[in-house]
């Protein structure tokens, strides 16, 4: 019963963490106060955080509101005091050197990077620099993708493309080769498109980690490594986001 309680707890039962939503709006603002001071304290922050951000989850779960309605920026803006779209910002920080780690010889046997940097040479702006290194970073984490990203053309039965896919981004094209090139790209979640037609592989990824923490949602087990090195290097750019075997 104790494990039991500690998940309830864990997932916002508000009989459990004895708040409502007055109070959850309460502990929000007192958590941004503290951030914004010289030396705030992390411990109340902590702790701030993951209370809200299990209250918010129980929120959306009882509500039900269509995912695709939300207004993930500003919700995660609300949430986390920061600027969603610093995720371009410090992307771009790093885009130079992440290229040249993909170019590396022991990658020329993995088909799909070869793709991408051959696509690079034919266009080098920076949008597809931001799609490139998105998609290479799995396979340099050495991690698959495959779960994480899935192809169909137009006509395909979506619901056949996206069975079994926890978390992932939704690729559509006529030419489902093509590494760079989509006409739709959508958010899925528990075999459900959740968001679509959200342009480019980048601003997918910008959403799809906006609702990870805005529903509170593990990475994705066998994408870890690629998740976690995607958030320090959008939303922590700095001399801290050291690349594995770079000089950054």
Not at 77 to 104: A, C, P, V, W
Not at 130 to 137: E, K, N, P
Not at 217 to 227: A, S
Request: aromatic fraction near 6%; hydrophobic fraction near 35%.
């Amino acid at each position: 019963m104790g494990n039991y309680r500690h998940k309830l707890k864990g997932v916002g039962c508000r009989e459990l963490e004895g708040r409502d939503s007055r109070s959850l709006e309460e502990d929000r603002e007192k958590m941004v106060q503290e951030m914004r001071k010289t030396t705030p304290n992390l411990a109340y922050i902590d702790d701030s955080m993951n209370a809200t951000c299990a209250l918010r989850r129980q929120e959306i779960v009882e509500e039900e509101p269509p995912v695709a309605e939300m207004r993930i920026i500003k919700e995660f803006t609300r949430l986390m005091s920061m600027d969603i779209n610093k995720f371009y910002e410090g992307l771009d920080s790093h885009l130079h050197k992440l290229l040249q780690l993909f170019r590396l010889k022991r990658f020329e046997e993995v088909q799909e990077m070869t793709s991408l940097m051959e696509s690079l040479d034919k266009d080098a702006s920076n949008q597809r620099k931001r799609v490139a290194a998105l998609q290479g970073l799995p396979w340099y984490m050495k991690e698959n993708p495959s779960t994480l990203m899935k192809r169909c053309e137009p006509t395909d039965p979506e619901e056949d493309v996206i069975k079994g896919m926890v978390i992932g981004i939704l690729l559509v094209s006529e030419d489902v080769k093509g590494p760079l090139s989509y006409s739709d790209v959508a958010i899925v979640i528990e075999e459900k498109i959740v968001v679509r037609h959200l342009g480019d592989v980048p601003n997918a990824f910008v959403n799809l980690m906006g609702l990870l923490y805005m529903l509170n949602l593990d990475y994705p087990k066998d994408l870890k490594y690629t998740f976690e090195m995607i958030s320090a290097c959008s939303w922590e750019s700095g001399p801290r986001c050291a690349l594995p075997g770079s000089t950054l």
